[in-house]
């Protein structure tokens, strides 16, 4: 009679499992913030993959089952996106996430998603330096925006440049590879202005003050901005409360793009610049696509495009190949999958993904017009690799990063002492 009723408990479980493992979906975490000083930039990467889950679905999602997106909200809150993600992976089982903005929220995020083995996607433009077994960095790294950018303005006749931006890590670190570049280059310290504010800085009356004094040395002066998130628009604002127009002073921003720029006149702000992997303005029939999907989705046909959107679409399409090609969506067997993969880019280019987990992409300068678009005046001929460590730091010249190769297998592999050191990335 036990046994019997051992294995009647037995069926049941057995039946319960089978339901589950027919019925259940594949979870898509989504971690951005929808409020606080980011949420001008993020709540749109959140709509993106909403977006490309609803597509996969039509598509008829991934390995036979539907594709569900789980999001969380870590509010601009640094701290709280570590939380949010051990929550995506340990309540909401979620099998990859998509998200982050900041470089301190990525940096908060990095010891949860590799001490529980998930899957990050990260979208946006950082200072590089990194390379984790557990991320895929699908934004641009420095050689791939921000010393293309500096090589420009040079061509363009820039001697002496302001590094302003907003104090944290992305900014700081990329400035500390500019200032070396630059120096490099042959321009004198004294050339060099450096400034950071704080986050939803709102006051920048004396400090625009003190840029316009800083480029009237009778050298051509550029700003070169990482200021990021909603202090980008009284920064602007007030450029053109004081006069300064690209033909005196112009910038060129890393975190500015066609979605920050629809909430500002633009009009004092034509000629001023950016420099993305991804503008709106691109002529491909991926990209028309990809702007009467995402404005049918949000339904305004006002919403624009911008290049974290992209990095996004290119980050999701690499990862929905590599599960079908691993056939399951286990975080070790999508890795590997993952090198070496293909998929169009928006702007009629090819996206490669390498064993550095960075991909290869174009660079693209676009001068702002008056109706908050840009202008592309400046690409590469084709995609440039995405570097891990810069060659401008000379304690990272010597580091190189390779999951691939079995000589190698890590993020930060010294060629001088033939060793991984550091973190785990």
């Known amino acids: 009679m036990k046994k019997l009723s051992l294995w009647s408990v037995l069926c049941v479980a057995m039946i319960a499992w089978s339901s589950s493992a027919f019925s259940d979906t594949i979870k898509v975490g989504v971690l951005h913030s929808l409020s606080g000083t980011m949420a001008i930039s993020e709540t749109t990467l959140k709509d993106t993959v909403?977006?490309?889950?609803?597509?996969?679905?039509?598509?008829?999602?991934?390995?036979?089952?539907?594709?569900?997106?789980?999001v969380v909200d870590p509010a601009s809150d640094w701290p709280l996106f570590a939380e949010k993600m051990r929550e995506l992976v340990e309540v909401h089982k979620v099998d990859v996430i998509f998200g982050c903005w900041t470089s301190v929220s990525r940096k908060s995020v990095l010891p949860v998603v590799e001490e529980l083995n998930g899957l990050l996607f990260y979208p946006v433009q950082y200072e590089g330096e990194?390379?984790?077994?557990?991320?895929?960095?699908?934004?641009?790294?420095?050689?791939?925006?921000?010393?293309?950018?500096?090589?420009?303005?040079?061509?363009?006749?820039?001697?002496?440049?302001?590094?302003?931006?907003?104090?944290?890590?992305?900014?700081?670190?990329?400035?500390?590879?500019?200032?070396?570049?630059?120096?490099?280059?042959?321009?004198?310290?004294?050339?060099?202005?450096?400034?950071?504010?704080?986050?939803?800085?709102?006051?920048?009356?004396?400090?625009?003050?003190?840029?316009?004094?800083?480029?009237?040395?009778?050298?051509k002066t550029a700003v070169v901005s990482t200021i990021n998130g909603d202090a980008n628009v009284p920064f602007y604002k007030?450029?053109?409360?004081?006069?300064?127009?690209a033909e005196d002073i112009p910038v060129v921003a890393f975190s500015v793009g066609e979605e920050e720029l629809s909430g500002i006149d633009t009009a004092p702000l034509v000629g001023h610049l950016a420099a993305w992997n991804y503008f709106q303005s691109a002529e491909s029939e991926e990209n028309d696509s990809f702007i009467e999907a995402w404005q049918a989705f949000i339904g305004n046909e006002d919403r624009v495009t911008n290049d974290p959107m992209e990095a996004t679409?290119?980050?999701?399409?690499?990862?929905?190949?590599?599960?079908?090609?691993?056939?399951?969506?286990?975080?070790?067997?999508v890795r590997p999958a993952m090198y070496g993969l293909e998929v169009p880019n928006l702007t009629g280019g090819t996206a490669v993904m390498n064993t550095n987990h960075h991909l290869s992409k174009p660079v693209l300068i676009g001068e702002i017009q008056d109706d908050g678009q840009f202008e592309i005046v400046w690409s590469t001929d084709g995609e440039v690799k995405g570097d891990a460590w810069t060659d401008y730091l000379p304690e990272s010249a010597v580091i190189v990063s390779d999951w691939a190769d079995p000589a190698i297998n890590c993020g930060n592999f010294n060629t001088e002492t033939k060793?991984?050191?550091?973190?785990n990335y």
Request: net charge negative.
């Open 50 to 70: 909403l977006m490309m889950v609803e597509e996969q679905n039509k598509a008829g999602g991934l390995l036979g089952k539907q594709l569900e997106a789980v």
């Open 130 to 219: 990194e390379s984790s077994k557990n991320v895929f960095y699908t934004g641009a790294s420095p050689n791939q925006q921000a010393i293309p950018a500096v090589d420009y303005l040079m061509d363009g006749g820039v001697e002496r440049w302001v590094l302003a931006g907003t104090d944290y890590v992305y900014p700081r670190t990329t400035n500390k590879i500019l200032e070396s570049y630059l120096k490099l280059k042959g321009v004198d310290e004294k050339d060099i202005m450096i400034n950071y504010t704080p986050f939803s800085h709102s006051d920048w009356q004396t400090i625009v003050s003190d840029i316009k004094q800083f480029g009237s040395a009778g050298k």
């Open 238 to 245: 007030e450029l053109g409360n004081q006069g300064l127009s």
């Open 313 to 333: 679409y290119i980050g999701f399409k690499m990862w929905a190949e590599a599960v079908s090609k691993a056939g399951t969506t286990e975080v070790d067997k």
């Open 419 to 423: 060793k991984c050191s550091g973190q």
